[in-house]
């Protein structure tokens, strides 16, 4: 039996972990193209869930409808919000730009709030059965659903930047802005487009998670739990946010397991992501997979 | 004014409008350091001009000046003004002149290390919306096929392949002028022949306009048409390159070869003051 749970709670950890690696390569593109360090990406998930929660409980609309819908929405809501707020701040120091970063998600959270209210709403059920038996083992749909869009997002990204030549220039605007200039890219679209992209995949993380465990501000805390990810893969690896994601993801569950079945200590769950984040920070800053020469914040 | 009469209209100038013309230019950086001082120069269409001159002249500060880079750094044209295919550029974004056919390949290569050679020629035809891309891939390696071979991150290719491929990159935008920006530097003299001679069969070949900009004067004069010469942010002389080649001072200061041995010191004298007149 406590194997099982074991087992079980290794595939929660790959499923979640798969989620930070989503939201972590969310960060790592905004971070290597324009170099802003993004402590608002938690809303990202709670704009993206709540916009898709409106359009699904107010409008009734179907679910495929209401996903696209938002994700659009929030394509449109992360240009608008680097170019109306981020924009203005290019050549400022980067304190400022982090000020103005916590600014937003502080600002967005209490609008969610004021808008949504403060208790967790569920999702309308969308999916016929809510758990699925693999092997003996239950896993959510939804969780099912999001491992499959994880990936399929993940392939995304490795094509997208490998060969389109949107994917290519924007890779050329983190290399080097003049050199991007140089060769007729407009680093400016490349911002405000990394900010786009960057949100509308956020959004597919939180509307995922809002499915599963309602939605609530709670959600943007995954902003915060991202960093560890992101940090431990290299905060300019996008691969790196992948990687950094699934181990995340794993040590949290693992750690529960432990937790639960010998140390009885209570919430080891939530706080390990951060034990890590400081010994990694201590004995290996640059991150699996990051660049040693980056600047840090 | 009549409109019975038919207008006839006679140009002053015999010669056509040159395709870039650089007009009495001023350029700050910071509000504060003024580095070009009232510079003149112009293109023609399908030449190779050189700009030459030594350290802190001004030379790359004037093909930024061309290029809109010159933003990215913090510098500005205060006066004057630059005019391509009789139309202004100046302020324009450097990403839009880019779109507008000039295409400056900077100083030290600047190729993108973390992209291998294709994926560095493919965002050369960044601006391009044709289909021909995949053959002008294949034409810079007819040029260059030793960038064929190079299948890994262009960071480890040699100083004169990653030249080669600044230069492809450059290709691949299909330029109407190219600017080039001590395309010598760092490279053995084997290897500056070699891309000179490109530099020249491209420019015969496609018939692109060169704008160059070196410190190797010789080998910049045996392939230009016609040369500037410039000094603390001014050109003090200019000519066809054959006519600068034969101009004592030009020889004395920039190619070596002024007067004999025993003369040395006091030739040394008299070109110090003969220089000063320059600037």
């Not at chain 2, 004169?160 to 490279?187: H, N, T, V, W, Y």
Request: with cysteine; net charge positive.
């Amino acid at each position: 039996m406590t194997f099982q749970l074991f087992i079980q709670l290794c595939i929660n950890g790959l499923i979640i972990g798969t989620l930070y690696g989503v939201v972590g390569m969310c960060f790592v593109l905004i971070y290597k193209a324009s170099q802003v360090v993004n402590f608002a990406q938690g809303e990202f998930l709670l704009i993206g869930a709540w916009t898709c929660w409106w359009l699904l409980t107010y409008w009734q609309i179907p679910f495929v409808w209401g996903f696209l819908i938002s994700l659009a929405f929030m394509m449109l809501f992360g240009l608008a919000l680097q170019m109306l707020v981020l924009r203005p701040l290019i050549g400022e120091p980067v304190i400022s730009v982090i000020m103005v970063t916590i600014g937003l998600s502080i600002f967005f959270q209490a609008l969610m709030k004021w808008m949504f209210g403060t208790f967790a709403q569920p999702f309308p059920p969308i999916f016929a059965v809510s758990k699925v038996d693999i092997f003996g083992l239950q896993v959510q749909s939804a969780y099912l659903m999001s491992t499959g869009v994880s990936v399929l997002i993940m392939a995304g990204f490795a094509w997208f930047f490998k060969y389109s030549k949107i994917g290519l220039a924007m890779r050329a605007t983190a290399f080097n802005q003049q050199v991007a200039q140089s060769l007729g890219i407009s680093v400016r679209q490349m911002f405000a487009l990394s900010w786009g992209i960057s949100a509308a995949v956020s959004a597919v993380a939180g509307v995922v998670v809002g499915i599963v465990n309602g939605v609530s501000s709670a959600l943007s805390f995954f902003g915060i739990k991202v960093f560890p990810a992101v940090i431990l893969g290299g905060l300019d690896s996008v691969f790196g946010a992948v990687v950094g994601g699934l181990i995340i993801g794993l040590l949290e569950n693992i750690a529960h397991y432990f937790d639960s079945q010998f140390l009885h200590w209570g919430n080891l769950y939530e706080i390990v992501p951060f034990y890590v984040l400081i010994i990694i920070l201590m004995i290996k800053p640059y991150g699996l997979f990051g660049t040693r020469d980056i600047e840090r914040v | 004014m009549s409109n019975a009469a038919p207008k006839l209209e006679i140009r002053p100038e015999a010669a056509p409008a040159p395709m870039l013309a650089v007009n009495n230019i001023e350029v700050v950086y910071n509000d504060v350091i003024l580095v070009l001082r009232g510079l003149s120069l112009n293109v023609p269409e399908g030449k190779i001009v050189a700009l030459l001159g030594s350290n802190g002249a001004g030379k790359s500060t004037t093909l930024k000046a061309i290029s809109g880079l010159l933003k990215t750094e913090d510098g500005e044209i205060t006066r004057g003004d630059v005019t391509f295919l009789g139309e202004r550029l100046n302020g324009i974004e450097p990403d839009k002149i880019v779109r507008r056919g000039i295409f400056q390949v900077m100083e030290g290569r600047r190729i993108i290390s973390d992209m291998t050679v294709l994926e560095n020629l493919r965002l050369g035809a960044f601006t391009r919306k044709d289909n021909g891309v995949k053959d002008d891939i294949e034409r810079v390696y007819g040029y260059f096929p030793r960038l064929k071979e190079r299948t890994g991150l262009a960071g480890y290719l040699s100083g004169g392949e990653q030249q080669m491929l600044a230069i492809g990159r450059a290709m691949m935008a299909r330029p109407k002028l190219i600017l080039m920006d001590e395309p010598s530097m760092g490279l053995s003299p084997l290897m500056v022949k070699e891309v000179f001679s490109i530099i020249k069969q491209l420019n015969q070949d496609l018939g692109v306009t060169i704008l160059l900009v070196e410190q190797n004067a010789r080998v910049a004069l045996s392939v230009a048409d016609f040369g500037y010469i410039m000094e603390q942010g001014k050109i003090v002389l200019d000519g066809t390159a054959a006519q600068l080649a034969d101009n004592e001072d030009v020889k004395e200061f920039y190619l070596g070869q002024g007067g004999g041995e025993e003369r040395k010191s006091f030739k040394n004298l008299k070109s110090f003051k003969r220089r000063k007149r320059w600037l």
